[in-house]
């Protein structure tokens, strides 16, 4: 075992410790480290325990933040999304235990429930038949608009997230919100984007409902496992999600947002089929889902402010490697800066 490992092991021990008191004979078995995830440690992990007469048992992933990372979110705010999506239809994997500000775990994380699947960020485009990728297209965006359905009142969300004003109350948030972002991480004047914010800030959409905004959402953020036929067999190609992952960056919102998200040109080949499930087609399906109506004008904005978000994000993973907090190299983002012109018309 590595040191950083035997390290991370000593302090799940005393955390989870202390957040089961009266456990007895607790074990934590198979830690590593896995690749995934750019901007969250992921730590997968078995625990087991003694409480009373029973013995439990839980397979668990530790999500902590990294010394560097692409992105700064708030893990208070993760794990009460979690919390409150075990009560909705949504699947995501049962937050178990918080570790905020990092007292235990050396940086904020929190501990989940580990889903049991398949990750394949470009399914809709793979080597599945077609009928079973656009069947999965169509699952997928029926997902979303269960997101954008959760009673986030009911649920408590609105004094942890914070509530936007009504109008443009929601892109004048997640304006000021990236805009803040971007002031804290460059390193350097970029006009470019002071352009395209210029354009933002004075096409802000008005919302027509406040919704649970995921902020990531793509099939690179799900769990997928084959669906079972009538005869318990896989149908040949079709996939479920079990899970949707990556709550970081959850808020409340504009749903039209996570709408334009998927619509960016940047990320057809995640999101899109070239002449069967495009654009159009996945803005008419989600008016159908909804009630809402998607006019081309906000997901526009929409999709020009998902470039802006990932043009912030690059920036600051160049200034973590800069400051050695970070090994990715990361360059300027000419190219999201080139698509955010030509959305805007320059």
Known sequence: MSDEAADVEARL?????????????????????TSSG????????????????R???????????????????DRREEFAVLRALESSPVPAPRARFLDADGAFLGRPAVVMERVD???DWFVVNGERPLGARVAFAHRALELLSAIH????????????LGEPAPGTGAATAALDRWEAELRRQQLEPYPELEVVLGWLRANEPVAQTTALVHGDFKPGNMLLRAEPGAGGGPVEGNVEIVAMLDWETAHLGDPLEDLG????????????????WERADIAR????????????????????????????????GARSFVEGRGDRVFTAPSALVALMFELIGI
């Open 13 to 33: 021990r005393a955390f989870l410790a202390d957040q089961l008191p009266g456990a007895q004979d607790l074990e934590i078995a198979n830690l590593r480290r």
């Open 38 to 53: 750019f901007s969250r440690e992921n730590w997968p992990f078995d625990a087991s325990w003694r409480s009373g007469d």
């Open 55 to 73: 013995v439990e048992r839980a397979a668990l992933i530790m999500r902590r933040d990294p010394v560097g990372s692409v992105l700064v979110t």
């Open 117 to 119: 699947g398949d990750c």
């Open 149 to 160: 359905a959760v009673d986030w009142r009911a649920a408590g969300l609105g004094p942890v």
């Open 261 to 276: 998200w998927i619509t960016n040109p940047l990320r057809r080949r995640e999101h899109q089929i070239p002449g069967v």
């Open 285 to 316: 399906r989600y008016e159908e889902l909804t009630g809402l109506r998607v006019t081309e004008a906000d997901l526009r904005f929409w999709n020009v402010l998902a470039n802006f978000k990932l043009a912030v994000i690059v920036l600051t």
